[in-house]
């Protein structure tokens, strides 16, 4: 999984973990990306299952326990 915080506050911020990399962010944004991932990664612990293994419906259902939600593509300009 890869978080990008699009926002700054000056700092540059990278962590990784077991499935992860989170980069950039204020530290209030990269502290929230980086305990939604390793939520995630305990949800598929507790399901016994991996990242590359898990079935998409499924780590769809997961990330919406932890809070994330899917959003829409944008809107294609060749169709407006």
Known sequence: MV???LDSDGHKR???GDNFVVAGGTQDTHE??????????EKLTERGKCLNTVERTEFKDIAESVG????????????N
Do not use: A, Y
């Open 3 to 5: 978080g990008l915080g």
């Open 32 to 41: 929230r990306m980086t305990e939604t991932v390793v939520k995630i990664n």
């Open 68 to 79: 994330l939600k899917e959003q829409p593509p944008p809107p294609d300009p060749e169709n």
């Open 14 to 16: 990278i962590t990784t």
